[in-house]
């Protein structure tokens, strides 16, 4: 099975906004072929099917700070007049039925795996995490103790000995 879009293109254009992970309009139309603005039109036209936990358009302070940290300029040329709309997982996978073409599903398909993937990612990373933190109380309980024993050595130690002999 090859994939159609690689699964490192489609994560590099997942993003943490309000958040959320989400893809925003110019790339999903990219990853799909379509121009940005059909893709707008069409989930215009179904609006219905997209809630807001579903897509969202990015405020003007959001897009401006987000075109600053991508150093994006020059808005009006690349077609980033307006804010994009940002597409949550649940907001990628509503687009496969307003985009009807046979690519819109095969990279749904991938997206939806991508996502599923990162979050496995993140699951296995708190659990990796939760053991760290196990095993650092562990040590920190024998170290505690090992620590005790020292200072009762050394307290033994510091007690003035008595001279035997002259």
Known sequence: MTDIVPIEQIASKIYFIRGAKV???????????????????????????????????????????????FGISNGDRK??????????????AMLSSVLNSDRAIEVNIQIMRTFTKIRHMISANEE???????LRQQTQEGFKQVFEIFDRLVAIEEKPKRKIGF
């Open 128 to 134: 990796i995490k939760k053991e760290v933190d196990e």
């Open 79 to 92: 077609g980033l007049r307006y804010a994009p709309m940002a597409f949550t997982e649940q907001g990628v």
């Open 23 to 69: 893809m925003l309009d110019r790339d999903l139309a990219a990853l799909y072929e379509v121009e940005t603005r059909i893709l707008k039109r069409n989930v215009r036209r179904h609006i219905k099917r997209f809630p807001p936990d579903f897509m969202f358009e990015l405020s003007k302070e959001e897009f401006n700070n987000w075109r600053s940290q």
